[in-house]
């Protein structure tokens, strides 16, 4: 079955410094993978995907990742942390086997410190 | 376009007691889906539907029952709620391209 991980429960940066969510994947077949993120009392909201192409991808807010399929990783990166992207950050991965399913990462609690 | 929307916001309900909650999306996606937040687990998919009139179970489908009678809206019920449902629940819909979008989520808490 396919799965995500995310190892870290929580990751906290100061502002301006450059900021890192890992996540490692488990896929039978080419993987579709997403970054998304939640902030508080909301629903998810879509960050950016990769599916195929270049393997640094480009998505919302000034975020990126990089596919990484040796180390079948996924890790979502931006540059320079801002206080506003302190949010709740969740890596999924698209099920191979059909109907579109994903499944989900546990989720990373980002803090950004002013 | 309001995007995918969720009734109600909140509910309270005394165990077995029994309700449904509506997911209305104006995209004309064909699929959506049904998911719990619980802390630490992440999103769980209950049930889900690959188009109107179709539904299916999920990861965690017990204790609850879906239908897909017209294409924009999802019902999601609980016959005979119990303390272990209580929990944030999310509707999504998928777009064309793989992404799915999100209601805001109905928080339900079984005393």
């Known amino acids: 079955a396919q799965s995500v991980a995310q190892p870290e429960d929580q990751v906290n940066v100061a502002e301006g410094n450059p900021l890192t969510v890992k996540c490692t994947y488990s896929?039978?077949?080419?993987?579709?993978l997403f970054w998304y993120v939640q902030y508080p009392n909301r629903g998810l909201q879509f960050l950016l995907k990769?599916?195929?192409?270049?393997?640094l991808v480009k998505g919302s807010y000034g975020f990126e990742a990089e596919f990484n399929k040796s180390q079948t990783s996924f890790h979502l990166k931006k540059p320079s942390a801002l206080v506003s992207d302190s949010a709740l950050y969740f890596c999924?991965?698209?099920?191979?086997?059909?109907?579109?399913?994903?499944?989900f990462g546990k989720g990373n609690q980002v803090v950004v410190i002013p | 376009n309001a995007g995918v929307t969720q009734t109600p916001k909140f509910r309270v309900l005394k165990t077995g007691q029994s309700m449904t909650l509506l997911c209305a999306q104006d995209?004309?996606?064909?699929?959506m889906y049904w998911y719990r937040q619980d802390p630490g687990m992440g999103l769980r998919l209950i049930h889900y539907?690959?188009?109107?009139?179709?539904?299916a179970k999920g990861e965690v489908p017990d204790g609850y029952n879906v239908s897909r009678l017209k294409k924009q809206n999802f019902l999601l019920g609980l016959e005979s709620a119990a303390p272990s449902q209580t929990s944030v629940y999310f509707c999504?819909?998928?777009?064309?391209?793989?992404?799915?979008?999100f209601g805001p989520g109905t928080r339900l808490t079984v005393t």
């Open positions: 999924a991965v698209r099920d191979t086997q059909g109907n579109n399913r994903l499944a």
């Open positions: 896929v039978s077949g080419n993987p579709y």
């Open positions: 990769y599916i195929t192409g270049d393997n």
């Open positions: 995209m004309n996606h064909e699929y």
């Open positions: 539907s690959v188009g109107e009139g179709t539904t």
């Open positions: 999504a819909s998928l777009s064309p391209t793989y992404e799915q979008y």
